[in-house]
């Protein structure tokens, strides 16, 4: 029964392929699992859309929507059709082929992440031995669309978001990677479904999973600072400062193009979650060793939602950065300390088993954040600011 | 400086998030087209012309001065002067709006026009459901769209209205007095000099 539930999906698959002549079939599966893919993520990015606006109310003591349907449920099915409806401008001056290109380069390349990430046990789209790699090379090109929104547009507002949001992808990218090399480095593989079976293992019932570790707590919180600003959201969400550039890159996108460039950001913080999951909370599997009777996709999912409450939680919390703040933040502090963490992880390794390992590692690490916090971080007091002119 | 803050502010948030769930008063917005907050006495959007009596033709205090026409920032009102003349609300013979016209949606409700009447003629209205369905047309109000009476100036903003009433009061007062002072120093000067011709009040 466990195994059936478990396997479900792919169980499926095999009985409908089953119709199919044998020499279609395996392009027939291929198809069928992009199609489940390309159909299931917007359906959750209409559900996050929904409580992203509720959570945000109830965090700002308001109701949020509620006048669609019971409780507003239907809210994102509205919101869909007018977006669909609405007239598509495209601007006299701007390049108008780049300019309907760019979100649909956006969207591909958000898509093209999900077919490394283990969904649960077999469900993974492609097998690769080199997954983390393909997907770091395909969530780059992201940036490619983003500056093809902002330098086709033809608009001020557009080409600063744009030029905003490269700097900013590209300033956390190097965070990002270095706290996921960490993962590779201790479990020795590129391999998305070799790093979750490697968490996939039980000691009293507690899992193996590398957010537990010290090197893997430090590099999971690091992770989750670059993710967030990785897919432009709050309190990183400089590129469409909407009080200072009107929606930053894109400002001129409208009715169906702006609705793929806000699909592709919230796909491409699904697919980063996803690889969050994957990479430090033991991608599909349980929680707990008394828990492996549920199946392995409810739980991927289901921590995949949880990341995006956070990412919500987070939105109604922070304020936006400034951008020399966030500068400062990316190379003086994250940076840095992705590198100790390599160091650390690397001292996990050989230290082997035992207790020893956890008390230095935590010493290290906690040192060295207190370290660069007060010091590193510190407000430069240049006293009060003086005019020289304007007295 | 350890992030400490941002611990305190998820928690903040959390609180929030979990309170509004428990606790009616926390919420800050009503449900607007049921409930609906009454609207402070200072609330003002678009400017309506003001008339005395139950005629709105008759009581119109607009002279047609156009002076708010002239002043009106973005230009969104449009007056055309009689040909004839009527008497206004202390009784001289003036000209009237022949054609008054503003459009609101270019209007944007800066209450200049209403600062510089001289005849305490247009004001600010408060309602603010105006939506329609023809955005030429429909946002186009005519002298008859735009009038409203003292009634209605003293229901929506009652102090300032009756400010405004005393001061026409006290004016008309001042006017009645001015004519008959002029009318008695007329008559005397009549009196004297039976050749020259009465002078006229100002």
Not at chain 1, 73 to 91: F, H, M, N, W
Not at chain 1, 158 to 164: C, D, N
Not at chain 2, 130 to 156: A, V
Request: glycine fraction near 8%; hydrophobic fraction near 50%; charged fraction near 15%.
């Amino acid at each position: 029964m466990y195994e059936t539930l478990d396997q479900i999906f792919i169980l499926l698959r095999q009985w409908l392929l089953g119709f199919l002549p044998a020499a279609w079939q395996p392009v027939a599966a291929i198809v069928m699992s992009v199609a489940v893919i390309v159909g299931l993520f917007p359906a959750l990015f209409a559900l996050t859309v929904l409580l992203e606006r509720k959570g945000l109310g109830r965090i700002q003591n308001r109701i949020g929507p509620n006048r669609v349907g019971p409780f507003g449920i239907l809210q994102p099915i509205a919101d869909g059709l007018k977006s669909l409806t609405k007239e598509d401008i495209v601007p006299l001056s701007a390049d108008a082929v780049v300019h309907f290109l760019a979100p649909v380069v956006l969207v591909v390349a958000v898509f093209m992440g999900f077919a490394v990430l283990p969904m649960g046990r077999n469900m993974t789209l492609v097998r690769m031995d080199a997954g983390l790699l393909f997907y770091f090379a395909i969530g780059a090109s992201t940036e490619l669309s983003v500056f093809m929104a902002g330098w086709s547009s033809r608009n001020k507002y557009s080409l600063l978001g744009a030029m905003r949001a490269v700097a900013q992808m590209i300033s956390y990218e190097v965070p990002l990677l270095m706290s996921s090399v960490a993962v590779v480095m201790i479990s020795g593989s590129l391999s998305l479904d070799t790093i979750v079976e490697a968490q996939n293992k039980y000691t009293w019932g507690l899992p193996h999973w590398y957010i537990f570790t010290p090197w893997g707590f430090a590099g999971f919180v690091l992770y989750a600072i670059a993710t967030t600003a990785e897919t432009n959201r709050s309190p990183f969400d400089l590129p469409e400062g909407e009080s200072e550039l009107v929606a930053g890159y894109f400002t001129e996108y409208s009715g169906f193009k702006f609705a793929l460039f806000f699909l592709g950001e919230y796909l491409a913080m699904f697919s980063i979650s996803g690889l969050g999951t994957t990479l430090f909370l033991g991608g599909w599997s349980a929680p707990l060793a008394s828990l492996v009777w549920v199946p392995s996709w409810i739980w991927f999912f289901g921590k995949l939602l949880v990341s995006m409450c956070v990412f919500i939680w987070i939105r109604g919390t922070l304020p936006r950065l400034r951008q020399d703040q966030l500068m400062n933040f990316a190379w003086k502090f994250v940076l840095p300390l992705t590198m100790i963490n390599l160091f650390v992880a690397a001292l996990w390794h050989f230290l082997g088993d035992g207790w020893a390992r956890w008390v230095v590692c935590t010493a290290i690490l906690a040192l060295i954040y207190v370290f660069m916090a007060t010091v590193g971080m510190k407000r430069k007091n240049f006293g009060a600011r003086s005019y020289r002119y304007a007295e | 400086m350890l992030g400490e803050g941002i611990l305190k502010g998820l928690a903040e948030t959390a609180k929030n998030f979990a309170g509004s769930y428990v606790s009616a008063e926390r919420m800050t917005t009503v449900q607007y087209p049921e409930e609906r907050i009454a609207p402070i006495e200072a609330t003002r959007d678009f400017p309506f012309l003001v008339y005395d009596g139950a005629d709105w033709e008759a009581g119109m205090r607009c002279v047609a001065c156009q002076i708010c026409e002239k002043e009106c920032p973005p230009k969104c009102i449009y007056i055309v002067k009689s040909a004839d003349k009527k008497p206004d609300a202390l009784g001289k013979p003036q000209f009237y709006p022949a054609k008054f016209d503003i459009d609101i949606s270019v209007c944007m409700s800066c209450q200049i026009c209403v600062e510089v009447c001289p005849f305490e003629a247009i004001k600010m209205d408060t309602e603010f459901e105006l939506s329609t369905t023809d955005r030429f047309g429909g946002l186009l109000y005519d002298r008859k769209q735009l009038s409203r009476s003292n009634e209605h100036y003293h229901k929506i903003h009652p102090t300032e209205a009756a400010a405004v009433d005393a001061r026409l009061a006290d004016a008309k007062a001042k006017a009645n007095v001015k004519s008959t002072n002029a009318a008695i120093a007329a008559a005397v000067k009549g009196a004297e000099i039976p050749a020259r011709p009465p002078a006229g009040g100002d």
